[in-house]
């Protein structure tokens, strides 16, 4: 005969089992997954790992623990006290964060995460679950390089660059035309891209700072006054460390201020056709000609028949800079391990086909000409004051810009006024 | 569990219950439209428009000004009519248990809409839940659940259909074509439709309800499962449609391809929403993430620009959601049909003591 207690104790046990189950199933099914950190990079980690041919686990983690006490987590993000003013509106910043919302006022929060985070990820890595499906792949803010917009070479973009690239999106890419969200909303995203870039490009910084500086490995230094070691509140330990650390961020920050246009000088305005065509047939020329050379990728006429092997700056960073073939799985497995998508090669635009990415108004070509496009092979132009071997005269690139525009048929727009009504 | 169906069958002109039946064709009406909505819900990100829950903001769900509801912002107008209709479909649900309990003979009919109910329930508190934990993964789960609720509705308004009365099997000619029993191999491709159907619904939650955090491998694998899937499905339906046109009709005779025009037809049915719906998921990786690169094929293509939060792209896209559950319950109605024909077909054989030919 079994005992009282002995039911009342198998009652208790099927009770604790039921219990234990429903928690697992919530624990299943009903929790998100955190999002109260940012994720090391261990993908640049490893890309100083194979530069610096050291072991770099310590360094990476490092990294992220300041850069997280410093800039806060995707929840809650943060400005380092070292942060330039101006830069970036924390309250857009704190709004554009987080989980999806929005309030009676149609106030959104967590605009990134509704709109950005499926393709560029919760770090702004460019690996957001989607990416890999996608061709180009997102862009990586962290290594502060962007493609379009309107400053030299190697600076950093105008704000109004972003904001612009967020309404007009980018066709023929998965990247969204932005134009139905309010404006606040779209200056939110800027902040929080802005974020996002000085933040990665902080923590990449500090990776390279902790292995070539204070002798980071797998292990830390032996000293504290050597470590990337803070107070939990952002006060570093060792006050020469604290100050390199500050003079990382008001570097990266300070080039986001110090952006400016590079100036384009005015058109020439054509005032009968045939002027136009004479222009646009030594545009052609030049397309095609030694200088320039665009025809090199580009293809006959802008046909993309040219065969071209190349890549971005990001996969040539993971890839043939650290002497890597990229089509070589074996050689490339440990970055795809760390985070790394596919590489891919990247293919010079079918200019016939009169599709930008970027901008495309004569000015934006003309300027994309003599600068070329950051992270990207396309080289600018060398702009002189009379033809050399090395460069071209401004007029000769509004020629090749003319040239351009007759492509996709719309030569019209470097005619005056009165011509184009006589045309 | 047919026993006093027979009776009833046999004894009235009119099924008993009718009124159950008219009111599951109302809740399965008002099931879709729901799904709808619940689709555009997730599809602008606005499961989080409204805070809290049972209440909004702070009103009684059905005493929130109207006026701030429908000239208010376009997240709050979704996600409370959400709710609204959500409410609707449950009230709607407890009158049908009242039907089901005053004039439906089978036991197992009346704890069916109980269940229809219990479901309804299951389903506003899961959505509740997502509100009040924001969290998405519960979002998921209950767009996942919302699928199973429809096939309830559907089925209670199968097996309350004078149809299914008529195939009782209690005559030899109840049970359609005397000489047609869907075979083991038809019950399986069907139960396969429905069951597939349903794993396409749970990826396709997966892949709307991404967490951001999430790995590219994964959800590449999703996508490539998803499509393929989709067509597993299709050359399922397409064979299930042919069979079951080739099936002979009423009267014994083959048809002129269309068989039983009570299963064909639902067959036809089904090959339709598979090929809207492989369609409808084309348009929506378009209206997500562009035309791929591979398809570029020239100036129209490589300038396609994606829209965010485009109303006309975001319809397309929510109408994949609501053709999936089409796809989904109209498999699960054409497999119950199958098994009631096949159950009648076997009790004509059973009392007639002949054998039928089995497709």
Known sequence: MIPFRAFRLAGASARSVRLVGILAILGIVGCDAATDRFAANELHGRVVSFRESTGVAAAVEDSAAVVGELFGNPDVPLLPESFPDGLIDLENLQRAAGPVSSDREDVHFGIYRAHCVVCHGLEGGGAGPAAALQNPYPRDFRAGIFKFKSSPRGEKPLRADLTDLLVRGAPGTSMPSFARLPEEDIEAVVDYVIYLSIRGETERRLQRFAVAELGYGDERPDSTADRLLTDGEGHFQSAEIGSAVSQIITDVA??????????????????????????????????????????????????????????DDWTKEQTTRLGLTPSDADQIAPLRRAGALRPRAIQPRRLAWGVYRGTADPESLYRRLVVGIDGTPMPGLLVQ??????????TEVWELVAFLLSLDGRKDLLLTPSSRQEG | MVESARDHSAAESLPP???????????????????????QVTTYDAGMAVPDWPGTYGYNLLLYPYQTWLLGPFDLFIEHG??????????????????AFFSEPRRWVRWLSVLVLLAVIGQGLLGGARVVLADRTLAMLHGCTAEIFFSLCVGLMVVTSRWWWERDGSEPESSGRRDFRPGAGLMTVSLAVCGLAYLQVVLGAQLRHVQPTAAPGGFTHLVMTHISTAF?????????????????????????????????????????????????????????????????VGPRSASYLVKSQAFAESLMITGHVATGALVLVTSVFLMLRLWRVRFAANQAIERAGSAAVVL
Do not use: M
């Not at chain 1, 004051?385 to 401004?394: F, H, I, L, N, R």
């Not at chain 2, 959400?82 to 039907?99: E, K, P, Q």
């Open chain 1, 254 to 311: 300070s080039a986001w201020i110090d952006a400016r246009p590079v100036e384009v000088p005015a058109p020439p305005v054509y005032s009968a056709e045939a002027e136009l065509d004479a222009a646009i047939e030594r545009g052609r020329q030049r397309f095609h000609g030694p200088v320039a050379n665009c025809a090199s990728c580009h293809g006959k006429d802008g046909n993309a028949d040219a065969v071209t092997l190349d890549y």
């Open chain 1, 385 to 394: 004051e009379a033809t050399g071997a090395t460069g071209v005269t401004s």
């Open chain 2, 17 to 39: 219950g009718r009124w159950l039946h008219r009111w599951s064709i109302v809740i399965v009406g008002l099931v879709w439209p729901l799904i709808w909505v619940g689709g």
């Open chain 2, 82 to 99: 959400h709710r609204l209709l959500g409410a609707l479909v449950g009230l709607v649900s407890i009158v049908a248990v009242g039907f």
């Open chain 2, 232 to 296: 597993v499905i299709l050359a399922l339906a397409a064979w299930l449609a042919w069979r079951l046109s080739r099936a002979a009709g009423q009267n014994g005779e083959r048809s002129a391809g269309c068989g039983d025009l009570t299963l064909s037809r639902p067959a036809s049915l089904l090959l339709i929403f598979v090929l809207w719906q492989i369609l409808l998921g084309s348009v929506t990786w378009v209206a997500r993430y562009g035309i791929p690169w591979w398809a570029q």
